[in-house]
Nanobody, 123 residues
Framework: QVLLVESGGGLVQPGGSLRLSCAAF????????MGWFRQVPGKERDFVAS????????YYEESVKGRFTISGDNAKNTVYLQMNNLKPEDTAVYHC????????????????WGQGTQVTVSS
């Protein structure tokens, strides 16, 4: 069992940056594959980025490649999502998820979720 708590969201202008954090409490997050997803009202939770626990391979949704970076700090039991050059279409609630096994781009494959943090990109 693991509890995930996201933070770091907020209001930022287009072109700006934010760093989201996802702190894991309970079992060490290094034993899970971790993913970041985002959701807007009325739509499904969409994949953003993930890191595979077995080999630290990272994966990104096409529209965020080159702008977002997923990373982790095992000592702090925290995974991050650095978001640069933010665009209005990045506006969403961002959730981190954890799953046993290899990383996945399907939200249904994740066993644990945080409550989410709002990111709003607007001038």
């Amino acid at each position: 069992q693991v509890l995930l708590v996201e933070s770091g969201g907020g209001l930022v202008q287009p072109g700006g940056s934010l760093r989201l954090s996802c702190a894991a409490f309970g079992r060490a997050f290094s034993t899970y594959s971790m993913g970041w997803f985002r959701q807007v009202p009325g739509k499904e939770r969409d994949f953003v980025a993930s890191v595979n626990r077995s080999n630290n391979s990272t994966y990104y949704e096409e529209s965020v490649k080159g702008r977002f970076t997923i990373s982790g700090d095992n000592a702090k039991n925290t995974v991050y999502l650095q978001m640069n050059n933010l665009k209005p279409e990045d506006t969403a609630v961002y959730h981190c998820g954890a799953r046993d096994g290899t990383s996945s781009q399907d939200a249904q494959d994740y066993h644990f979720w945080g409550q989410g943090t709002q990111v709003t990109v607007s001038s």
